[in-house]
């Protein structure tokens, strides 16, 4: 038995000669051997979306666990450890019982074609049928009708957070392709609730949705979330829905986006009539949650270590063009200090679309590889590909020399953002000697 996870999940890896081929027949016949487990597992929320899925379940997890209910999680992918990416009944995953697990169903795969992401979910899903918990939630990998994670039939209740562009190689070309492969979480009888959409995403989804017979709770026509800005913007937010009126504090993750994620949770609790969950328990997880790697900023640590004093180091994960406006809109209030970029990308983005927005807000770009990622793009081709004027990207080998070339230019304390991929922010992470 190896002593740690890594050689397994290598195992693992090499059991399909395709990195993603989206079908549910090689995870279907694999649940079926293990016994079907996703049959037994505590009440289902699934979640789909482009961007917002992991923070809108972080959420919804912060709210239930406040109000003393065991949740199971399932996200991927991971930052620093593989462990991550299941919690069973409020606690991540050990090591010991994760081997036993993959170990469990590499036996029953018996060696048979099955993707990586396939037979850990599978993992999952036994691990979750095991332990006793309230609830589950689930977030999608990559799209929602092929996924890996929709093979239940009928899930307590499904959600779609915002659509935009992203993984067209898998997904399809053009927002309502992307659209229709999300919708297909969507169940017949079970409430969807939709979070604000592009008009395209949003008729695709009400069209599925027709036709197969899946109420909609949808966003600006059964709920709102709004800042308050009275008289100057607070932070705080307000909610109103069918069944919730809620005055809330400031979400504990940072960005002017977590009110939708925050309000996308709050009314996903709205369509869970079973479980009880009081204005108290809301405020209190909205501002205690945890998702680390969305616009983190980390305050100690061997990376930020090596800053001078009043220097601010940030973290976000975000990758594609949508994720870019997102973070534009927090660059506009950092007007206080400039704004540096250090950048990777896998090879499957555009680093162009996700720059554009954050352009006008940067004082100087480092591109850099992401560390031992064979589909990151280097470093010279991200310079390349990004297309931007102004600032003239610079080139380093890695993150540590990213921000010592930025020092190295001196003038006014300054603010570092990492960014382009949760792969590049779980490497800092796990550089600066933190667990996510």
Not at 120 to 148: H, K, P, Q, W
Not at 253 to 273: F, K, M, R, S, Y
Not at 280 to 305: C, D, K
Not at 414 to 431: D, F, H, N
Request: with cysteine; proline share 7%.
């Amino acid at each position: 038995m190896p002593t740690n996870t890594t050689t397994i999940l290598e195992r693992l890896t090499a059991l399909h000669p395709k990195i993603i081929d989206l079908t549910l027949a090689r995870i279907e016949g694999l649940l079926k051997d293990l016994g079907h487990p996703e049959l037994n597992l505590p009440p289902v929320v699934h979640v789909a979306g482009t961007n917002g899925k992991g923070s809108t379940l972080a959420f919804l997890r912060a709210y239930l666990e406040a109000a003393g209910y065991k949740v199971h999680v399932y996200t991927s992918p991971h930052l620093v450890r593989f462990n991550e990416r299941i919690r069973l009944a409020g606690e991540i995953v050990s090591t010991e019982h994760l081997i036993d697990l993959l170990e469990e169903c590499e036996t029953v795969n018996a060696g048979k074609p099955i993707t990586f992401f396939e037979i850990t979910t599978a993992a999952a899903f036994l691990a979750m049928s095991r332990v006793r918990a309230d609830i589950t939630l689930l977030e999608t990998g990559l799209g929602g009708r092929l996924d890996a994670t929709n093979v239940l039939a009928r899930p307590r209740l499904t959600a779609i957070t915002p659509v935009s562009i992203d993984h067209i190689q898998y997904l399809g070309e053009g927002i309502t392709n992307i659209a229709g492969e999300k919708a297909g979480i969507l169940k017949p009888g079970v409430t969807g609730v939709i979070a604000p959409q592009p008009p395209e995403a949003q008729a695709v989804i009400e069209a599925r949705a027709t036709a197969i017979g899946a109420p909609l709770y949808q966003y600006d026509q059964h709920w709102v979330v709004d800042p308050v800005e009275d008289p100057v913007p607070s932070g705080a937010l307000t909610f109103r829905g069918e069944t919730l009126s809620l005055d809330l504090p400031s979400p504990g993750l940072a960005g002017a986006h977590q009110h939708i994620n925050a309000g996308t949770a709050v009314a996903c609790l709205e369509n869970l009539p079973d479980f009880d969950i009081g204005e108290a328990a809301i405020r209190r997880g909205l501002v205690t949650v945890e998702w680390p790697g969305r616009l983190q900023r980390l305050t100690h640590g061997g990376l930020t270590g090596i800053l001078p004093r009043g220097w601010e180091l940030w973290i976000d994960g975000g990758h594609n063009p949508a994720a870019g406006e997102i973070l534009a809109r927090a660059a506009m209030t950092w007007h206080d200090r400039p704004l540096h970029v250090v950048l990777g990308m896998l090879n499957t983005k555009d680093p162009a679309g996700f720059l554009k927005p954050i352009a006008p807000h940067v004082r100087s770009l480092t591109a850099i590889p992401i560390a031992n990622e064979q589909a990151s793009f280097s470093a010279e081709e991200i310079a390349l590909a990004s297309k931007i004027d102004s600032p003239s990207p610079r080139i380093a080998a890695d993150l540590e020399s990213a921000l010592a070339a930025i020092l190295r230019e001196g003038g006014e304390t300054g603010r570092i953002l990492v960014c382009g991929s949760l792969y590049l922010v779980g490497a800092a992470l796990k550089r600066n000697g933190e667990a996510a």
